[in-house]
């Protein structure tokens, strides 16, 4: 399969007039995420935890308009609703949200992972959704029309020893999202799950992409039913649909990207 090249494709609901953020722009999906979205027309924040960072990623962006460079904790309060007041000032209201970022925790017995860990993984995986979300969802309800796309994994269907945290935080962000998606019905917003499974490991950065566990990473194909690792462009793919017009009469669903592995029984077991 060739890649996509993402300026040929065009979707209802992403062009000039759509304003979107990205946050875990510097990771591997979310960085993809941007430059697709960027490559259709959109006016894209792209947002990472460090300025420069997300300066220097946001110029390396070829596009028609110029990517804006966002930073915010996402564990610290207030802070996810100060960045979309300055995307709405720089860009106007943002219309699709898509959450990408996510850290991950160490792949352990769950006597081995510390409450702190596990507090810090839920702080940034599953409540910034939930803030990110509470931030954008009045500028939607007055556009009357939203995108809200979240990142899951296939570690949220797939269960494997050793990976309870992560696991678990993932299938949060699933609920999350079928919650969400209930609160902000009826204004034009809708609100989805994408679930990646397998990326190959120099795609990951394991700070803000979200994925499975590394050895799953690095396992064999052959366990894959299709045969091979997921690509950016399989995962991006699914984002940008949910992020179109496209889904209008979808929400509150999580699509698996992940070439059929949930069917499979892990070897663990």
């Not at 259709?40 to 460090?50: C, I, Y």
């Not at 420069?52 to 946001?58: D, F, I």
């Amino acid at each position: 399969m060739n890649d996509i090249d993402w300026r040929t494709l065009s979707l209802p609901g992403i062009d000039g007039s759509t304003v979107a953020i990205v946050l875990g722009g510097g990771g591997a999906i979310g960085g993809e995420t941007v430059r697709a979205l960027a490559a259709m027309g959109a006016k894209v924040a792209l947002v990472t935890r460090d300025l420069e960072r997300s300066t220097e990623l946001a110029k390396k962006v070829d596009a028609e308009h110029p990517v804006l460079p966002g930073v915010a904790d996402l564990a610290k309060p207030g802070d996810l609703e100060r960045m979309v007041a300055q995307v709405s000032d720089g860009l106007g209201t943002p219309t699709v949200l898509v959450n990408s970022a996510a850290i991950g925790a160490p792949h352990n017995d769950i006597t081995a992972v510390s409450r702190d860990e596990v507090s810090k993984l839920f702080d940034v995986n599953v409540v910034a959704a939930y803030e990110a979300a509470k931030a954008v969802a009045p500028g939607m309800r007055t556009a009357g029309y939203g995108r809200i796309v979240n990142v899951a994994s296939i570690a949220a269907l797939r269960v494997t020893r050793g990976g309870v945290a992560y696991g678990v935080s993932k299938a949060a962000v699933i609920s999350l999202t079928e919650q969400l998606a209930a609160d902000l019905a009826g204004g034009g917003i809708t609100v989805n799950c994408v679930s990646p499974g397998q990326t190959p490991t120099k795609l990951r950065d394991v700070n803000e992409a979200a994925g499975s566990p590394q050895e799953q990473v690095n396992g064999p194909t052959n366990a894959i039913p299709l045969g091979r690792r997921g690509r950016l462009q399989d995962y991006v793919g699914a984002i940008l649909f949910l992020s179109s017009s496209l889904a209008g009469y979808i929400t509150g669903v999580d699509i698996p990207v992940e070439g059929g592995i949930r069917l499979v029984r892990p070897k663990s077991f």
